[in-house]
């Protein structure tokens, strides 16, 4: 079974210019999650997807961050424009279910490694 | 806010020893808890989970222990390897209706040969 793949694998931008990161998720997820994940801390959740629609994007810098999964499966997730305090790895995971029901296990992509200078 | 969060942030052991990784979490609530592992240069990794209605739970070589009253949780890994060496995340699942983790700080985990 494939893994979740996301790209580009590095990215280095200068603060102010725009970027967009890619998410295809393992086949049949219907969930859909993306982290950020500052060095040497543990992820924090951005936005939630289920199937093409938002369940939770709380933490979301909304005024610089968008997400979308506009068929409910690939997601893309961009940042205009970039600050120095984007620099981070920007996850993604997918998972069966939301979990109405129970917890499923969330499978995670390698990240993509955002450097803002 | 609520969060999770950990002892120690590093932790070397010698290969073949026993290793105990803690996590205290705060959210009273939570009903869910993962350990996920990280190597460099790849996401988390699922590795143990356990629910609030049990105590202990056991893997391959590993064990997860979850005491509520204190809210502590551990990950005990037997006959430590090398390929162990990563940091490891607690992880918190505090919402009933949903998927949705919070995670710790993360400890890293040296193996000596």
């Known amino acids: 079974e494939a893994g979740v793949a996301q790209s580009p694998r590095y990215k280095i931008i200068e603060k102010r210019q725009s970027v967009a990161f890619w998410c295809n998720p393992i086949s049949g997820h219907a969930t859909l999650y993306w982290y950020q994940q500052i060095l040497g801390q543990g992820p924090k959740l951005l936005i939630q997807f289920q199937n093409n629609g938002v369940v939770d994007d709380s933490q979301l810098p909304k005024d610089r961050f968008s997400a979308e999964r506009l068929k409910g499966v690939d997601s893309t997730l961009k940042i205009q424009p970039a600050k120095l305090e984007d620099s981070a790895v920007y996850l993604c995971?997918?998972?069966?279910?939301?979990?109405?029901?129970?917890?499923?296990?969330?499978?995670f992509g390698p990240g993509t490694r955002l450097t803002v200078t | 806010g609520e969060s999770v969060g950990l002892h120690l942030p590093t932790l070397s052991v010698q290969e073949g020893d026993n290793s105990i990784i803690n996590c205290a979490y705060s959210n009273s609530a939570s009903d869910y808890f993962i350990w996920y592992k990280q190597e460099s240069g790849k996401g988390p990794q699922f590795i143990i989970d356990?629910?609030?209605?049990?105590d202990k739970r056991q893997g391959q070589r590993v064990t997860v222990l979850l005491n509520k009253t204190v809210k502590h949780l551990s990950l005990q890994i037997a006959a430590t390897q090398p390929g162990d060496s990563a940091v490891y995340f607690c992880?918190?699942?505090?919402?009933?209706?949903?998927?949705?983790?919070?995670f710790g700080g993360g400890t890293r985990l040296m193996v000596k040969p």
């Open positions: 356990i629910r609030s209605n049990m």
């Open positions: 992880a918190e699942n505090g919402d009933n209706a949903g998927n949705m983790l919070t």
């Open positions: 995971a997918s998972s069966l279910e939301r979990g109405l029901a129970g917890i499923y296990e969330q499978y």
